[in-house]
Structures are given as structure tokens and as C-alpha cells.
């Protein structure tokens, strides 16, 4: 095994579990193989072929909580034509890679959550409701599945990370509208625009409200100069890594309903690409296109996520 795939697993999801080892053929039957258990447990899930990492009570008590991940409704904001308010994480693990996080999530989040920490390699542990075991399970399983790639994130903007509410909130609607951006300390002269709250060009008054900001910066960047478009959801958010021959794109489908015949758009010209589909195993693209410095392909159908790779 490679020293990347050891990292990989290392900091991957796993699902805390209480339970004893008499419970193993329930986690065997839903292909739950890497757990987070209480550390009185730990020798009896390796020796029986788990891959297991002690948890503590005050270990998991210092890792950072992550909201479930999805879609919700937000009170006095329900309206026809208002877009779905999706809880993503993504960003927050961005901002903050070295953390330790914690999904507590109710039933019917856990493939997401694992999915979203996968996506984002952030080193996370799942408290899961027993009743999302196989679902997890078939999420954990797929993620395995998807070959390593040791790639950066790509950014058409850098954002001045003053680890404020507010930054941190223009941070997250950014992220949302799938502009992607790379969190500094300071300007970074490799990017046209450097976005700092409470400068003159982007006031604090302006960041009170996340959502026209990130319109702003959408406007002044160009749809032309994005690195990454997705038509037709406001449900699905990427992530892209790449190094220049190829990018990996990672999609998450938040909304909890499939999406059929998601169109994407990816600055750069990639000749072959193909995709890993949760639930659909390895799929060839549909409609690859590739002109104008620019690659458009089509997915026949989005469940929870997806990862695609082009060259």
C-alpha cells in the first residue's frame, strides 16, 4: 500500500460505534469496515479484520461538531421562488484542513456526511443513527472504491481569512454558488482579486449580507474566467483539484432527491474523462465537449456523489 493511500485512509470518515463485537455481523452485512470505538473495544474489532481507531470520550468531545449535511428549510424564508438552503461544511474544513471533526447525524445523512469528509479529506468521525447502517455502509464501500489522487485545490480567487462569523459566512455562500477560492493569510499576488472584508472595495457593510457579496465577486471574476459551473441545480456543489493535465472533480448532491442529466462545465481542455457514481459504480460521460479552453460533459444521473476525473 503507498504512503498516499495510507494517508488517505488515515484521515478518511469513520463510523463510531458502541456496540460489541457481537454486533459485527450486522456491520459485515452493511460493509461497514472502518469504525471509531471505545478504546476498550479496539483489540477485539482488529482482530476480528476491522480497520479501527480508538475514540475517547474527551477525544471526541474536542473535535469540532459539523452541522448534518442537506437541505433545510429556514423559518419565515419559505417561498416559492426562495432557493433551497443547503448546510454544507466543505468551506469550514477548507478554512481550518488540520482540524478534527464530528458528524452527528440523524437518520438519512450519514452517506452524505461521509461523502462531504471524503470529498473535503477531512479527518472525521460519524455518529450515526442505526437505522442509516446499510446506507453508510454503501457509502464507505464506494469511497474505497475511488482511486487516490494526490491533487491541489484550484481557485480563481483568494479570500483573507481574518477567522471572523462574518468571513467565515461569505466563505460558506461562496462556496455554495460553487466560487471556488483559496483562504490566505495574506495577498496573494498569484490571484487578480484578493478579497478582504473591511476594505474599502469590500466593506463590512456589504458582507452583512452573504448573498449579494457572492454575487458580487461572481460578477467581478466573470462566469468566463470560473474554473467550475454546474447548470441546472442550486442543490450541488464541487469541489476541484487538478495540476495542470488533470483535474478530479468531486460532486455532492445535497438535496436528497437524484438529479438526472447534471450538466457541468470545467475550465481546461480534457480529451477522456470518466466518473465514480455512488450507487452506479464506474460511467462514462455523456456529451464531452471540449472547446473554447473549456470542457462540458453531462452525468446521467447524480445521486448523493459523484467523483470525475479528466485528462
Known amino acids: 500500500m503507498t504512503a498516499l493511500m495510507l494517508l488517505l485512509l488515515a484521515s478518511g470518515p469513520c463510523v463510531y460505534w458502541t456496540q ?38 474527551p477525544e471526541l468531545a474536542s473535535r469540532e461538531e459539523l452541522p448534518p449535511p442537506g437541505v433545510t428549510a429556514r423559518a419565515g424564508l419559505a417561498s416559492p421562488t426562495r432557493s433551497p438552503w443547503v448546510v454544507a461544511s466543505g468551506w469550514h474544513v477548507a478554512r481550518n484542513p488540520a482540524a478534527k471533526y464530528v458528524y452527528t447525524a440523524p437518520a438519512g445523512k450519514a452517506a452524505l456526511a461521509a461523502a462531504e469528509a471524503f470529498a473535503y479529506g477531512a479527518d472525521a468521525v460519524i455518529k450515526i443513527d442505526p437505522a442509516d447502517l446499510a446506507s453508510a455502509g454503501a457509502m464507505m464501500a464506494f469511497l474505497e472504491t475511488v482511486p487516490p489522487a494526490d491533487l491541489s485545490p484550484v481557485a480563481d480567487f483568494a479570500v483573507l481569512d481574518d477567522g471572523s462569523a462574518v468571513t467565515g459566512e461569505v466563505m460558506n455562500l461562496l462556496t455554495r454558488r460553487n466560487l471556488l477560492f483559496r483562504p490566505v493569510k495574506a495577498p496573494d499576488s498569484r490571484f487578480r482579486i484578493n478579497v478582504r472584508i473591511g476594505s474599502p472595495e469590500y466593506p463590512k457593510e456589504e458582507a452583512a449580507d452573504p448573498s449579494a457579496f457572492a454575487q458580487k465577486v461572481r460578477s467581478q471574476l466573470t462566469d468566463d474566467q470560473r474554473s467550475l459551473r454546474i447548470f441546472g441545480s442550486e442543490v450541488v456543489i464541487g469541489r476541484l483539484i487538478g495540476d495542470g493535465s488533470r483535474v478530479r472533480l468531486h460532486l455532492l448532491n445535497y438535496g436528497g432527491r437524484d438529479i438526472e442529466g447534471l ?35 453531462s452525468l446521467p444521473r447524480l445521486q448523493t456523489y459523484a467523483v470525475v476525473d479528466l485528462k
Open 20 to 57: 460489541g463485537i457481537d454486533s459485527r455481523p450486522t456491520l459485515e452485512a452493511a460493509g461497514v469496515k472502518r469504525l471509531c470505538v471505545p478504546p476498550d473495544q479496539a483489540g477485539a474489532w482488529k482482530a476480528a479484520g476491522f480497520s479501527v481507531a480508538p475514540a475517547t470520550a
Open 263 to 297: 450538466r457541468v462545465r470545467v475550465r481546461g481542455t480534457y480529451r477522456s474523462g470518466e466518473a465514480y457514481i455512488a450507487g452506479a459504480g464506474k460511467v462514462a460521460l455523456v456529451d464531452q465537449t471540449a472547446a473554447d479552453g473549456s470542457t462540458e460533459f
